[in-house]
């Protein structure tokens, strides 16, 4: 059954959407005096700038803010609400250290599985999948649950990390996921998961929300930087959010939603650590092969890449809900965002003159590594 998506279903998310954006962008001023006074700041060299400042990057800090005051306040129906406060904030506070003190990967390693375990200890898992062609057909892991979880969160947070390369875009296209993944949960609701959903909504919402507050500080230009607590705090955050929703839905294998919806970054992810191996070099090893260093070696803007990347994950979450049944209007909505995908990089690439060398590139593989600035651990 198809949800009604003008009725009141999505109504739950609205106050902890608005919470959480007002929390998260009234804690950002905080977050970067903190920054400031810890020397968590990104400075501009010679090498390797996007930025042309010095930017404090624990806007992660903010973010778990808006996001736990949110829950504080409006999450009573959310399934293991503390338990989602208590590893996130841990993550938050752990890769915060991280932005302070530029931990080696190997401990950032340490510390992603450590919170892919929390979330296990705490009792999160993947226990089964179901299987739409079969829908008595379950698939249990038992004792596989929780590596297989682990493994979930370490690849979430991994991703999101990667993904934030250029202003606004971690944000964004997380901001789009949990919208997404709000929308596969009001397609849930009247089943026999209806409380969970529900829950699922107001989770989503929140997550939603300090994104867009964030967002006001991120965009290009950006006066600050998410950093590594940001980005892993969005990592642990989507992927508890779709182990305790989506992922656990025995009508189908509804854990290609988010696969679905977070194609890029996963995609991304998957394409370094070949690219990495063949270049005999290790899978931490920074790199300027990132898509978001391609797009703006076509000649798009950071803000212009942050919008391709919001048009391509959209249409990926608009594939991915097609999975719940909305397949007509949803259809039309990707061809539509296709054409003004297209569109941007079309003329991007009529606006860079041909023969000159692509804006990044022409300065040398080192110089798009403002991934580096303390939001990405390639």
Known sequence: MIADLSGAAWYPALPPFLLASLVTCA????????????????????????????TPRLGGIAMFAGFAVALAVFGAGAPERWQVVAVTAAITL???VDDVLRLPAWSKLLIEMGAGILVAVLGITITFFGFRSNPGSILDL????????????????????????????????VAIVAGVLLLAAINRLGGPENGIQSGIIVLSGALMGCC??????????????????????????????????????????????????????????????????????GIAAPDAGHLHHRLLALGLSQRETALAFYLATTILGCIALGIFGHRRVLAIAAVLLVVALVMLLWRSRRRTPVGDPPPLLARGAAMPSRARRGGEAD
Do not use: C
């Open 27 to 54: 804690a950002v001023p905080a977050s970067m005096w903190l920054a400031r006074r810890v020397g968590a700041v990104d400075r501009p060299d010679a090498e390797r700038r996007i930025h042309s400042r010095p």
């Open 94 to 96: 752990a890769m915060a």
């Open 142 to 173: 038992g004792l596989l649950a929780v590596p297989v979880t682990v493994v979930w969160l370490v690849g979430m947070q991994v991703s999101i990390n990667l993904l934030d390369g250029a202003d606004g875009v971690a944000s964004g296209v």
């Open 212 to 281: 867009f507050g964030f967002l006001y500080w991120n965009i290009a230009p950006a006066r600050v930087f998410m950093g590594d607590s940001g980005s892993h705090f969005l990592g642990v955050a989507v992927g508890t959010i779709t182990v305790l929703g989506t992922a656990k839905v025995a009508v189908a294998l509804t854990i290609l939603v988010p696969l679905v919806t977070l194609g890029l970054p996963i995609g991304d992810t998957a394409f370094a650590i070949v690219r990495r191996r063949r270049a005999g070099t």
